[in-house]
């Protein structure tokens, strides 16, 4: 009388199984989707969110972080400055098309933790304080911050828009282009 109800064989039922995993437990290389919180602030920066560029995981570096909100929401995370250049590079190398794709850029004030975006930050390259990754572009809300941490630590003083992959190569020193995880 009733039409027999068809059960999904066993490898689509663990096909389905792997996926809802996936789904529910994000891997840690997998981007994460956040929307853009309500107060203008960035998506939060999770522990199991590893930098886009070298791996290392920037929930450890709260003073350093700084992330790419893409336009469809995907956040990308990085450990400092000179790892989200370098993928911000990559991106405007790959595919200009990509570029157009982020939606904005998010930085860490150095003096208050406060975020603020990337085109606003007056930043210090070059300086005796070293990041998560060594010599480090170092962003600050307010010019006069800058100035009086460049006075105390030396560095180079620029915008965000003056940063070239010279300027990059520049704080490498020795490390060739290689991070600490040899990616």
């Known amino acids: 009388m009733y039409p027999n109800k068809t059960r999904l064989g066993k490898p689509h039922a663990l096909a389905m199984l792997f996926l809802l995993a996936l789904f529910l437990l994000q891997p840690p290389w997998w981007p994460t989707r956040a929307a853009q919180a309500e107060d203008g ?3 939060a920066i999770t522990d199991n969110m590893q930098c886009g560029n070298c791996g290392m995981y920037p929930a ?7 992330q790419i ?11 400092g400055m000179k790892c989200l250049c370098k993928y911000r590079f990559k991106l405007l190398s790959d595919d200009a098309k990509q570029a157009g794709g982020i939606k904005t850029i998010w930085v860490k004030d150095y003096a208050s933790g406060q975020w603020l975006h990337a085109e606003d930050a007056t ?7 070293m990041g ?8 600050f809300a307010k010019p006069d911050e800058a100035a009086a941490f460049q006075a105390k630590n030396g560095g180079s003083s620029m915008a965000f828009t003056a940063i070239t992959p010279d300027t990059l190569a520049a704080l490498m020193g020795g490390m060739n282009g290689h991070h600490m995880m040899g990616k």
Request: glycine share 12%; with cysteine; hydrophobic share 45%.
């Open 69 to 79: 909100v893409m336009a469809d929401g995907t956040a990308v995370a990085f450990d």
């Open 41 to 43: 602030q960035p998506p």
């Open 123 to 129: 930043l210090v390259g070059g300086s005796a304080i």
């Open 60 to 66: 450890k570096f709260p003073q350093w972080q700084c």
């Open 132 to 139: 998560p990754m060594g010599k480090e572009l170092i962003p």
